[in-house]
Nanobody, 112 residues
Framework: QVQLVESGGGLVQVGDSLTLSCVIS????????MGWFRQAPGKEREFVEA????????DYADAVKGRHTISRDNAKNTVVLQMNNLKAEDTAIYYC?????WGQGTQDTVSA
């Protein structure tokens, strides 16, 4: 059974940085494209970024381009999301997604 576990969320201030991690178990990471989504209060879940199985292709939502970097370490079954210059509108629950499986989410709160 595939499981995704996110970590690294927290409370930060505008302009700060935050790093999220997603560890997959039950299936080799190297065979999966991975993505991050987020859901802000009162809004629908939205795509944030994704990375291809070998990490050669990365796709970012316009709202985070230039501020976010997604990377992966297949040997450690881990995908990392580095978020810089955080804005209040980045406040959301961030979910890792792969192989039709969602993680439980991690809360990121950016205060002004």
């Amino acid at each position: 059974q595939v499981q995704l576990v996110e970590s690294g969320g927290g409370l930060v201030q505008v302009g700060d940085s935050l790093t999220l991690s997603c560890v997959i178990s039950g299936r080799p990471l190297r065979s999966l494209a991975m993505g991050w989504f987020r859901q802000a209060p009162g809004k629908e879940r939205e795509f944030v970024e994704a990375i291809s199985p070998k990490g050669r292709i990365r796709d970012y939502a316009d709202a985070v381009k230039g501020r976010h970097t997604i990377s992966r370490d297949n040997a450690k079954n881990t995908v990392v999301l580095q978020m810089n210059n955080l804005k209040a509108e980045d406040t959301a629950i961030y979910y890792c997604y792969a192989g039709a499986v969602w993680g439980q989410g991690t809360q990121d709160t950016v205060s002004a």
